[in-house]
Antibody, heavy 120, light 110 residues
């Protein structure tokens, strides 16, 4: 069965960096686009970034463009999110999600999430 | 403020039919598919409807989606207490070159 397991969250000071990982299993990772979506405490969902199945195409929300980098290692079935210059408003649960193949930009499987807290 | 607009709350009694609206623009709903997610407190979202009106395997046919122009709707018929959750619409936005979400609708089953 499809499994997505995020790791790397924690407490970090403003301006510092953090790298999140998402280990995928149960499907052919190299054939699916992947997303990062976050949810601030008590707030709604916010899409963060998307990477194509081969890593060639990457898209970012304006709120993280220039600070966050999405990447993937298809040999390790792992998705990453490098987060630099972190701000208090980046505090959220970060979910990785697998894109469904219909072309609708929907995510059909989600991880359990990892909490990132940006605080001094 | 979210790019897609949803009512913050909705409610109904068991057995009723409720609808949740999602309003966008020509760059998102008007030109791309709409997806709906269900989220219970403390858990990850679950895909409920994709490509405007398609249900993933395992989603009951009580849930249905529709789209017209720059708006979309999620309908839940035969409302059950276990449907009490947050519901989000989402679509690709051609102008922003990314996915946009609605602010979410908290559904209460009275």
């Amino acid at each position: 069965q499809v499994q997505l397991v995020e790791s790397g969250g924690g407490v970090v000071q403003p301006g510092k960096s953090l790298r999140l990982s998402c280990a995928a299993s149960g499907f052919t990772f190299s054939t699916y686009g992947m997303d990062w979506v976050r949810q601030a405490p008590g707030k709604g969902l916010e899409w963060v970034a998307l990477i194509s199945y081969d890593g060639r195409n990457k898209y970012y929300a304006d709120s993280v463009k220039g600070r966050f980098t999405i990447s993937r290692d298809n040999s390790k079935n792992t998705l990453y999110l490098q987060m630099n210059s972190l701000r208090a408003e980046d505090t959220a649960v970060y979910y990785c999600a697998k894109e469904e193949l219909s072309g609708s930009s929907s995510a059909d499987y989600w991880g359990q999430g990892t909490l990132v807290t940006v605080s001094s | 403020q979210s790019v897609l607009t949803q009512p913050p709350s909705a409610s109904g009694t068991p057995g009723q039919r409720v609808t949740i609206s999602c309003s966008g623009s020509s760059s998102n709903i008007g030109s791309n598919a709409v997806n709906w997610y269900q989220q219970f407190p403390g858990t990850a979202p679950k895909l409920l409807i994709y490509s405007n009106n398609q249900r993933p395997s395992g989603v009951p046919d009580r849930f249905s989606g529709s789209k017209s122009g720059t708006s979309a709707s999620l309908a839940i018929s035969g409302l059950r207490s276990e449907d009490e959750a947050d519901y989000y619409c989402a679509a690709w936005d051609d102008s922003l070159n990314g996915v946009v979400f609605g602010g979410g609708t908290k559904l209460t089953v009275l």
